[in-house]
């Protein structure tokens, strides 16, 4: 038994072991009256009783206000029965019980069910992961969702980044129903929506990003302290993207490259903005065909700009950005699978394998990610050779 807490810090405690009840009880601040006007009568009956077996002063405070309380009446308290409790509970319910009676309520000598003379049974060991889609820039959400020793979930939220790597880091501690809705609202996204994944293969890509951290880019600190929650997996877990590939295979033949290519061109994936200096080294040269003086067709300024494409689009795609690159395809697969695009993930793992084959130089899927990223650049050789340059917006990281 624990040692006498005032009410207020009894009810924390109760909704911390009450994790289905917590958004009823702290919002109350410990008001015996307001509890009352937010709980049902069985919630109010579950807390009450909690009190009364592991903090059975604060619980007879409760007990002997809601006594009083005409709500009391219909409410908890005739639900309640002590032959579960130990003594000092049953003495307070029996005396809470007592004051009704002397106040002309009927209260049973046996409540119909023993709601709270023991805690309710609790999820064990709850798991639950999420991956988004990645953005345009390559950067993607990931969600873990765990029990909580203190009641409740922890849920940790982490933007992953294969050139950047652990981005951000947050945890949250929350109740079961909050954590439920958030995920409802988090599948039902539009916009690069998050899809369920095996927890230790969202852990496995965690550990993956987090392997390659930039040493420019300090991990965060919270990642660093719950590291073995979000980055251990089990031996020989696989990423989500692993699994599409696992599941659905990873030819690479022309069609799928093609299909990847105009999903690209749609702007449905990528396009994915790299760092590389050669990158913008050939969107300045690009630029600058726009600005020449010579007299030439747009045609002809096009054809030159496309050869400057292909001249760079090997050496730009060379590793690590090829592999960024796979990765973010393969990755983008498991939740184009899961989304029930099937063709689409076949076309994403044929792109991821194409990178990985390094011949970056034939990979349609390369082309159309360049243009997509140097659109503004290759948009200005159609325009009129004399007019004033614009800034460049080519995206840097």
């Avoid at 007990?63 to 639900?79: H, I, N």
């Avoid at 319910?93 to 409540?111: F, I, K, Q, Y």
């Avoid at 130089?361 to 082309?367: D, K, L, T």
Wanted: aromatic share 4%.
């Amino acid at each position: 038994m624990s040692t006498s807490v005032g009410l207020p810090e009894a009810l924390e405690r109760a909704a911390s072991a009450l994790p289905g009840d917590a958004d009823a009880i702290r919002p109350a601040n410990g008001d015996p009256a307001a509890l009352l006007r937010v709980l049902d009568a069985e919630a109010a009956a579950r807390v009450l009783g909690w009190l009364l077996a592991h903090e059975p002063e604060a619980g007879a405070e409760l007990a002997d206000t809601w006594a009083e309380d005409p709500e009391a009446a219909s409410g908890p308290l005739p639900l309640l029965r002590g032959d579960s409790l130990p003594k000092a509970g049953r003495k307070a319910l029996s005396r809470a019980r007592h004051r009704l009676r002397s106040r002309g309520v009927e209260v049973p000598d046996a409540a119909p069910a023993a709601l709270v003379a023991k805690l309710p049974p609790i999820e064990e060991d709850l798991q639950a992961a999420f991956v988004s889609a990645v953005d345009p820039r390559g950067t993607r959400l990931a969600y873990l969702v765990a029990s909580n020793p203190a009641g409740g979930v922890r849920l940790f939220e982490l933007v992953l980044d294969e050139e950047r790597g652990i981005v951000e880091f947050e945890v949250y501690a929350t109740g079961r129903s909050k954590a439920r809705q958030f995920l409802r609202d988090l599948r039902a996204r539009e916009r690069f929506p998050a899809v369920e994944a095996p927890a230790d293969a969202v852990r496995a890509l965690v550990k993956k990003i987090a392997e390659g951290q930039p040493t420019a880019r300090p991990l965060p600190r919270g990642f660093i302290e719950f590291r073995s929650h979000v980055a251990e997996p089990a031996a020989g877990a696989h990423t989500p993207g692993a699994l599409a590939r696992e599941a659905l295979g990873d030819g690479a033949d022309a069609a799928a490259l093609a299909r990847a290519a105009e999903m690209v061109q749609r702007h449905e994936i990528g396009p994915w903005p790299t760092g590389a200096p050669v990158l913008e080294k050939v969107a300045e040269r690009i630029a600058e065909l726009g600005k020449s003086q010579l007299v030439i067709s747009p045609a002809a300024r096009r054809e030159q700009g496309q050869s400057l494409l292909a001249e760079a689009q090997a050496e730009i795609f060379a590793e690590p950005v090829g592999g960024y690159t796979a990765q973010r395809f393969e990755e983008s697969a498991y939740v184009l699978w899961k989304t029930g695009r099937e063709p689409d993930a076949k076309a994403c793992l044929a792109a991821a394998q194409a990178f990985r084959s390094g011949a970056a130089g034939e990979n349609p899927v390369a082309r159309a990610l360049l243009e997509a990223v140097l659109a503004p650049v290759l948009a200005s050789l159609d325009e009129p050779a004399a007019r004033e340059a614009e800034p460049s917006l080519l995206v840097k990281p």
